[in-house]
């Protein structure tokens, strides 16, 4: 027996999918390759093996022959020797046919007719084409040579262009061409970068708050947080890289300010933190340590987790509870560290956490029902209910474990209630957290 074979380095792919079927065949066939080469009269084991590596795509005439003794359906073992060939050989064939300059009319276009051209040339050595525009005097390096060919750079002027055809040997009655080829494709680019700085200034002239059209420091700022970011540098203008503060999860991230005001500035970790939120708030629910009784469980199962937000180092969690039950067993803070260590498990940063119960409007007692809750609520662009909440950490000032929680709704309180956001919904930091009532006498 021979050793293990290497597992398939790449089992999906066209090649891989040619390799596992061959060895699949064998396997069936019970027959080790220096029995298949055997069979086969033409191949030695080696080739045999190579062939169901997955590493090359082999020749036709091996991976039928293989096909044959293993007793495979050679049809369609062919059909994925095919479709492995097709998809292995970048179209190198294409060398053959020449780019054709004239068409060319944008950057893209010329990035891959030249590449196109070197192999269309005999793909001379990165280190020829370095020799013979020395010839006549023009530098070409021979990275320069290379990024140009692999499409990862185009000539930045007409004398590197010049350089890169006599590199590849091209005739210099054809390089005017090439050269009205290189002049179209950058004025197209020009064109569309000033078309570009141009919708930037007429947008910031849209937002701007000086007669000059040109957004301020303070302008700039409150842009930014309403977007929910904060700044961790000096702004610098309009269209510049600037380096700010997600809100809602503490990332740091380089946006452009009218980025933000187009809406295309996401911070892509926030996704993140609500999906491991939710898979704390699936260990909590299984309960695996016990830490929590059936009935917390329960009342746990019944609410639902909403969006959280990720603050600095706060961390609010809003859980929806649709009914009274429910409500009264969430009340007592007692599962609060539970949630907590699944959190610590599942994030990796610093938080405070806070735990926002949620009330559906409908389940609130009539006294609490009151409009000005309903209109505080929504003007913080609530749920059209009143929420209630408390925030975890808060109780043990606040007394007993029975102490209701900080009160909200209740309209005699003097301190304004507590009011969750939904996401994705503006807010401000200030209306949301009020001073703690229960330090604030003398
Ligand atoms: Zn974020």
Redesign the pocket.
């Given at each position: 027996m021979g050793r293990p074979e290497k597992p398939v380095p790449d089992p999906v792919s066209p090649v891989g999918k040619l390799a596992t079927a061959l060895r699949n065949g064998r396997r069936l066939s019970g027959l080790s390759y220096a029995a298949l080469s055997e069979r086969t009269r033409d191949y030695s084991a080696a080739t045999l093996q190579r062939a169901a590596s997955g590493a090359v795509v082999p020749k036709r005439d091996v991976v039928r022959a293989f096909a044959h003794v293993c007793s495979l359906d050679v049809d369609e073992i062919d059909r994925l020797w095919l479709e492995a060939y097709r998809t292995r050989r970048p179209r190198r064939s294409a060398a053959a046919a020449a780019p054709l300059p004239h068409l060319i009319g944008n950057i893209s276009e010329l990035r891959g007719a030249l590449g196109e051209l070197r192999h269309a040339s005999g793909a001379p050595s990165y280190r020829m084409m370095q020799r013979r525009a020395q010839a006549v005097g023009l530098e070409l390096s021979r990275s320069t040579a290379y990024r140009i060919s692999v499409g990862q750079q185009v000539p930045g002027s007409m004398e590197s262009l010049e350089a890169f055809l006599v590199g590849c040997g091209l005739p210099p009655r054809l390089h005017p061409v090439w050269g009205a080829a290189w002049r179209r494709a950058t004025e197209h680019a020009e064109s569309i970068r000033l078309a570009s700085v141009r919708a930037t200034q007429e947008l910031e002239a849209v937002v701007a708050d000086s007669p000059k059209g040109v957004v301020s420091q303070e302008a700039a700022m409150r842009l930014l947080r309403k977007a929910d970011f904060d700044a961790l540098e000096r702004y610098r203008g309009f269209d510049m890289p600037w380096t700010v503060e997600?809100m809602?999860?503490?990332?740091t991230l380089r946006v452009r300010l009218s980025d933000v005001v187009l809406q295309r500035a996401t911070?892509?970790?926030?996704p993140e933190?609500n999906e491991r939120v939710h898979a704390a708030w699936s260990d909590l629910l299984a309960n695996h340590s016990g830490a929590l009784s059936r009935q917390e469980v329960r009342a746990l199962r019944a609410s639902k987790l909403m969006q959280v937000r990720?603050q600095r180092n706060h961390l609010d969690v809003p859980v929806f509870v649709g009914d009274k039950e429910t409500g009264a067993v969430l009340q007592s803070s007692a599962w609060h560290p539970v949630l907590e260590s699944a959190l610590r498990r599942r994030i990796r940063r610093r938080f405070r956490l806070d735990v926002f119960l949620v009330y559906d409007y409908d389940v609130m007692t009539s006294s609490r029902n009151g409009s000005r809750q309903r209109r505080l609520a929504k003007a913080a662009g609530l749920v059209d209910g009143p929420i209630e909440g408390r925030r975890h950490g808060e109780l043990d000032r606040g007394g007993g474990a029975t102490v209701p929680s900080r009160v909200m709704a209740t309209g005699e309180s003097s301190s304004p209630p507590t009011y969750t956001v939904p996401p994705a919904r503006r807010f401000d930091r200030q209306i949301e957290l009020p001073p703690a009532p229960t330090n604030s006498g003398p």
């Open positions: 997600c809602r999860c503490a990332a911070c892509l970790e926030c933190i990720f």
